[in-house]
């Protein structure tokens, strides 16, 4: 059976284990350790490996969703889970202090993986604080990455999650049925 | 480091995604639902919920006086006072109570929220069941066409045959009700909207039933007509001035340029844009905010008024983002139509995806949105190359230029069609079907 995979990429506390929890049919793998200083402010445990869940489809095949470790000492493990990916699901924070330039730190270090598939990004905690918009988002993409999706993502929420994976599944390919 | 296996909760919308059990049902009278102190948010789902999954049997009801069932949220600013009110009034009334923490109560059930679908289901089929023995206990002749012995003798076969007959007539008179509506709104037009038009060519429309069903309060059910047709053409437009969005549109410019509320009062309720907080406070209900968002306007119908302050605001209101707000109303409106002054044959032109997630979602929407990412298409040619009925294609469009992120373009030209790339094929569309299948968010 080939693995078919979505990768879902970001800072620390963005959501990724989250939001990969609420779309799986089944209990996530994760690999969760005390958090270094770094991340500790926001959580005690964080992904030191990654995070691994599949949603069964219909018949035989499943489909594999893998978290990358948000903090960068655990970087190496970006490019090891982006292959074989047919898509990036980017996460971030917005009660980051900066979180345009964590959507710039991302989107070049998975650079080469984004030329040759397609990303979304979700914009989590805009409940905790709605500033910057998505429409602020965008026009930081718009000379970067003009016209991918951008959504607003409760990472708890299932529909949510799933709607921005529909929208990289629409994006790789168009002549979906309905 | 150590690998562990989180806790397998399933929240509300999973099993949006698994399908609900078919109920074995002994009355199928829609259960009147009132949502009090639900935010935005959860009721769309919940309505969603109800349409869908539980095909119908669950309807929302604005008035808890009369509803089978009240869903109260504890969180809420006045889910508490909701609870204390409907303990001392409604004892008849089943409540479900729904809050973050676990919360000792007598007389309802407790949900925990995120809610779990399967847990609401199966309250809300065991209050059904509780209603329907006090029913039949206290109205045993009443039921002429099911009495306890034809419901025993009944087979679980014709019992979903019968429910699904009766859901079937539901949706048949909501359909005819509206179409009334909008044979009324567009009195001398006369559009043939119980046919289709004798010279438009029959087209595969992939859709299936049950999205046509759930979709039809935002798309409509206008079929598709021949844009060449100058009069064909006029079926599928619309004035926006003419309607409430109209008004709104209007209110919203009003408010961004005094820096001001300004509110637009009717007999109905009033409407008031913030602008400060980009929020818009309503106080009419969603149903008829849906019924007055279709209606053609009289010029005296909604007054405009500049507010010194949101406090100045009277009344009970739902707060709304700008945007979300415009979008719901526009797709109440257009139903399947498309402004007046835009040409279907123009290039439309995309400014970026909207905010789908913060919207309310329709069938196709994130393939029309991610096709006009890609490609240039005019509103004609989108209909085409996604094979769907021209009306979502319509309506998506109407929801997108309406928060300022379509437009299309002023020239005609033929050679943009027959440059229009043909969409490619993927060699994993096998696998995204599924996955499609398996997210089933519409």
């Known amino acids: 059976m080939d693995n078919y995979k979505i990768l879902f990429a970001g800072p620390v506390s963005a959501g990724k284990t989250t939001a990969i929890t609420s779309v799986c049919a089944t209990p996530p793998l994760t690999t969760e350790a005390q958090a270094t200083d770094i991340s500790r402010d926001s959580k005690t445990t964080t992904t030191v490996a990654m995070d691994y869940g599949t949603m069964q489809l219909l018949g035989i095949e499943t489909l594999h969703l893998y978290g990358t470790p948000g903090e960068t000492r655990f970087d190496f493990m970006w490019d090891i889970l982006s292959k074989g990916s047919i898509g990036l ?21 998975f650079k080469k993986f984004i030329k040759k598939s397609r990303i979304v990004i979700g914009i989590t905690k805009t409940d905790i604080c709605v500033t910057p918009r998505i429409n602020d988002y965008q026009a930081q993409l718009r000379n970067v990455l003009p016209n991918i999706p951008v959504f607003s993502v409760d990472a708890r929420n299932q529909i949510d999650v799933a709607l921005l994976i529909e929208a990289l599944m629409v994006s790789l390919d168009l002549e979906l049925a309905a | ?53 539980c095909q119908g049997d669950y309807v929302v009801d604005v008035d808890p006086q009369s509803a089978d069932i009240c869903l109260i949220d504890l969180d809420g600013l006045r889910g508490k006072s909701y609870w204390a009110k409907h303990a001392e009034h409604q004892h008849n009334c089943p409540a479900i109570l729904l809050s973050l923490h676990k919360t000792e109560v007598e007389n309802a059930k407790w949900l925990q929220k995120p809610l779990q679908a399967n847990l609401l289901h199966s309250e809300l089929e065991k209050i059904r069941e509780k209603l329907h023995l006090q029913q039949r206990q206290a109205t045993p002749a009443s039921l002429p066409n099911s009495s306890a012995e034809t419901e025993v003798a009944l087979s679980g076969h014709h019992q979903e045959l019968r429910r699904k007959i009766k859901s079937l007539q539901a949706v048949l008179k909501k359909e005819e009700i509206r179409r009334a509506q909008l044979n009324v709104c567009r009195q001398g037009d006369n559009p043939p909207l119980l046919s289709e038009p004798a010279d438009v060519p029959t087209r595969q429309i992939s859709v299936g039933n049950q999205e046509i069903k759930t979709a039809v309060p935002f798309i409509g059910s206008t079929p598709d007509v021949d844009l060449d047709n100058e009069t064909q053409r006029a079926w599928v437009q619309y004035d926006p001035k003419k309607f409430l969005i109209g008004r709104v549109q209007k209110a919203i410019k009003l408010a961004e340029t005094s820096g001001r509320p300004v509110s637009i009062s009717s007999s109905h309720g009033s409407i008031t844009i913030v602008p ?7 106080e009419i209900d969603g149903q008829r905010l849906q019924s007055l968002a279709s209606q053609p306007v009289n010029d005296d119908e909604y007054q405009l008024s500049v507010q010194d302050s949101v406090c100045d605001i009277p009344g009970q209101t739902h707060r709304r983002p700008v ?18 002054n835009v040409s279907p044959n123009n290039t439309v032109i995309f400014k970026h995806w909207p905010n789908l997630t913060r919207l309310q979602i329709f069938p196709q929407a994130t393939r029309i949105a991610a096709l006009w ?14 094979e769907i009925p021209q009306r979502y294609v319509f309506s998506f469009f109407s929801a997108a230029h309406a928060i300022g992120l379509a437009t299309t373009e002023e020239a005609i030209s033929e050679e943009i069609a027959s440059e229009e790339n043909p969409v490619k094929s993927n060699s994993n569309r096998t696998l995204f079907r599924k996955i499609l299948r398996q997210l089933s968010l519409h």
């Open chain 2, 323 to 340: 945007e979300a707000f415009v979008w719901e109303l526009t797709l109440w409106t257009s139903l399947g139509r498309i402004p007046v």
């Open chain 2, 1 to 53: 480091m150590k690998v562990q296996k989180q806790s397998n909760d399933t929240p509300i919308e999973q099993s949006f995604i698994a399908t609900c059990a078919t109920p074995q049902k002994a009355d199928y009278r829609p259960l009147k639902v009132a949502l009090l102190d639900i935010n935005e948010r959860l009721e769309n789902r919940l309505r969603y919920f109800f349409s869908d999954r």
């Open chain 1, 89 to 109: 699901v980017l996460l971030i924070d917005n009660t980051h202090p900066d979180p345009f330039s964590e959507l710039h730190f991302f989107l070049r270090a």
């Open chain 2, 373 to 386: 990412a890609k490609q240039t298409h005019t509103l004609a040619s989108t209909a085409q190359a996604l």
């Open chain 2, 276 to 282: 400060m907080t980009r929020e818009v406070l309503v």
